[in-house]
């Protein structure tokens, strides 16, 4: 995935999901994708990724800009997916370091409520996937190497939307995954720079998420 744009596996090295929603705040965004049964506080990129590498074991100089009493009571050393939510051109943006929480279709169809929304992940392995829904209906879920091979409702919409079929078949197998997202969220106007999360973000512990 190109460095140039958010997310990418030089920021999330082990993978990550992302989920991008139109018009709706990222404190929306997370009740969507969680129920809306957590407490937001804010924390930085690397303040996240150091509460899901040291959990209980973080202290004051780990965390120095943060009231660890207040980060205890939210639950965010509790075991579950971490997730952080945020906003960039008129798209709100949740990314999940690895991302099997924000992975599910039904994650996607809920945020996508009343708007349009995108998902993208990438594993450590490199494995890629892209699914794009409206108002509750996942119309597009594919592998980017195999574009024809569409899991969604509607398929067709993303493409005449986008022409993201088109550039992925224009561009070199490797790229399949990078040609279609830049496509795709160039065509949406949901361009995201990297350095988008890297500040104080709303985020969220979902505890038992992965259960």
Not at 9 to 19: P, R, S, V
Not at 95 to 118: C, F, N, Q, R
Not at 163 to 182: M, Y
Request: with cysteine; net charge negative; glycine share 10%.
């Amino acid at each position: 995935m190109s460095m140039e744009i958010f997310p990418n596996t030089l920021l999330y090295e082990f993978g990550y999901c992302a989920i991008f929603a139109k018009g709706i705040a990222p404190a929306d965004l997370l009740a969507r994708a969680t129920d809306g049964d957590t407490q937001p506080v804010t924390l930085s990129r690397v303040e996240a990724d150091v509460i899901v590498a040291r959990g209980e074991d973080a202290d004051e100089e780990d965390l120095p800009d943060q009231d660890l009493d207040a980060l205890y009571a939210a639950g965010l050393f509790d075991d579950g997916p971490l997730l952080r939510a945020g906003s960039h051109g008129g798209w709100s943006f949740v990314i999940e370091a690895e991302g099997p929480y924000l992975a599910d279709d039904e994650v996607l169809k809920a945020v996508s409520e009343g708007t349009v929304a995108l998902a993208v992940r990438e594993s450590e392995s490199g494995s890629t996937w892209i699914c794009y829904a409206e108002n509750g209906d996942l119309l597009s879920s594919f592998d980017p190497l195999f574009p024809d091979q569409d899991y969604g409702t509607q398929p067709q919409v993303l493409e005449e939307l986008t022409g993201h079929v088109e550039a992925i078949r224009a561009g070199q197998r490797p790229d399949a995954f990078t040609n279609a997202v830049g496509k795709i969220r160039q065509a949406l106007h949901c361009t995201v720079p990297p350095e988008a999360d890297a500040g104080p973000l709303l985020a969220v512990r979902i505890a038992g998420g992965y259960d």
